[in-house]
């Protein structure tokens, strides 16, 4: 067994090191920059400053609070409305029809697209002068481009919002048609001869047998477009701004001191992001139980 | 059960589809035409202009092979963008995955103490921000040197990369028996031979969808190579964001084009391996 134990340790550490240390390590570093400890422009002490200033001052806290709202709304709107159109979308799509296949891989497109991609394809299609408001004009709908709603680089979010759906409910779809294909029909056909109609067959089968792999991959995208900084980098506005985009900003702004803030914001997103799994995990471990 | 839907289920799902590929169709117009100007829906004339000003495609008259040769001889930014991303991407995918593949073997073979405790360390990069270690990491990058080189960019990548390989293999070693090796030993065959015949094999198909995946995150990286490669780096996620930010339609679009392109191709290449209990699936979503 000695042998084993060597190998298991020479096996785990290559890639355990390289996420302890860079990883780990970026946190760690960014927690002590964010206490203020930063000898490069000769800073030694340790206080909660950068908290403190992001959290209550008159500067700062007016543009944390606003931003973390934002934040919750994007994350929480998006995440529900992917979730919700993909159950739709894959209810549908796994019956027969003409053009399945074809569907089956446009509502798949988006999945590996990178998010840059889909923030840039959301100012091609929503933007005022759009592929949307020219199909509007087109239909005498609209006239002028000022006609048409302000949807990207909107202070609602709303941008940001569709880039996330677009993307998430490609993840969500690719989930679900996994997980219905393996549970087959049986459950709904055995329903269905006890006399359960559409309506209870959804609410009182499908739903509870998907709603596991549906909330924890919920989890996943709720965490990422929480942290994620290029979309709301190409289309939020800056004011209200989310908390990644401010984090960074705050980072690369010429004044040293303000790098302490940015490493702070950048903790407290990630500690809320952490509570959030936190809270997850205590919820499925509890239902677990429950069983 | 009824196995044919509704029409009007079948046009909401065609309709869906339609909204879903709008934006593909937006980024081909805007790329191949010249002024398309509101409230026109097809663009009056079809241009290469913004492929022959990002200096992919020769002037008229001059589009020969000579022509596109002597252009790309140039050396210029879009080729260089997507030459230094498929070099830290093929990189990082070899690297992670030759990192990746003892540890897999071992977490998915094994029980041993504080195994949960190591697979919890090693899948936290996928559930916390990169906007949390890269800013801290930064600095002592400044300071080893690594910031702005090849090197730096390559090592930061694989931090989000890891944890997926490493989950993806070891979920392929979890249903691997390794009898067979035993077997191929006891016959004769020396290590290499025994990891080229039985092994590999047996792996294979899990190792590619873990590659494709490694590769797909290094491709899509914006915020790692923006900072630590410190504006030395120039990789084509870097030349997409500051081409929309300074609000080209066409050049963003014709960048946008080659972007996606490989993404298109490994889904393609994958679908029959994605699937949702696939942890690399779950991964899509950081993309």
Known sequence: ?291 | MNQNLKKINIYSIYLGAFILVLPIIAFFINAFSFRWFYPQLIPKELSMQAWVRLKLIPREGSRTLEGFLDLWATNPTVIKALINSLTIGFVVTIVSIIIALPAARVLGLFNFKFKKLIIFLMVSPTILPPIAFVLGLNINFISLGFSGSFFGVCLVHLVPIMPYVVLTLTGIFANYNPDFEYQARTLGANKFKTFYLITLPAIAPGMVVAALFAFLVSWSQYLLTFLIGAGKIMTLPLLVFSTASSGNPALTAAISIIFIFPAILILFFTSKFVSGESSATSGFGKI
């Open chain 1, 1 to 291: 067994m000695g042998g084993d134990k060597t190998k298991i340790i020479l096996s785990i550490t290559p890639p355990l090191l390289i996420i302890i240390l860079l990883f780990y390590g970026g946190i760690f570093y960014g927690l002590v920059q964010s206490l203020g400890y930063q000898p490069a422009i000769g800073k030694y002490e340790i206080n909660f400053d950068a908290y403190y200033n992001i959290l209550f001052s008159e500067r700062y806290a007016k543009l944390f609070w606003t931003g973390l709202a934002l934040n919750l709304w994007v994350s929480f709107v998006s995440t529900f409305l992917a979730a919700v159109l993909a159950l739709f979308a894959a209810l549908a799509i796994r019956k027969t029809f003409f053009g399945k296949t074809v569907c089956n891989f446009i509502y798949s497109l988006n999945l590996p697209m990178p998010h840059l991609v889909v923030a840039v394809g959301i100012i091609f299609v929503f933007s005022q002068s759009g592929l949307l408001a020219r199909m509007l004009a087109q239909l005498n709908i609209i006239s002028s481009p000022g006609d048409f709603p302000v949807l990207v680089k909107d202070k609602y979010g709303v941008g940001i919002i569709l880039a996330y759906i677009w993307k998430e409910s490609a993840f969500f779809f690719i989930i679900l048609m996994s997980v219905l294909q393996s549970l087959g029909e049986n459950f709904e056909e055995l329903a269905q001869s006890l006399g359960a109609n559409r309506w209870q067959r959804f609410r009182y089968v499908i739903l509870p047998l998907v709603m596991p792999s549906l909330f924890s991959a919920s989890i996943i995208v709720f965490a990422f477009s929480f942290g994620a900084y290029e979309v709301p980098a190409l289309l939020g506005v800056i004011y209200p701004q989310m908390l990644p985009v401010m984090a960074f900003e705050f980072f690369l702004n010429p004044d040293l001191n303000a790098r302490s803030e940015g490493m702070a914001l950048s903790i407290i997103i990630a500690l809320i992001v952490m509570i959030l799994v936190i809270i997850y995990f205590w919820l499925t471990q509890t239902r677990i139980r429950k069983d």
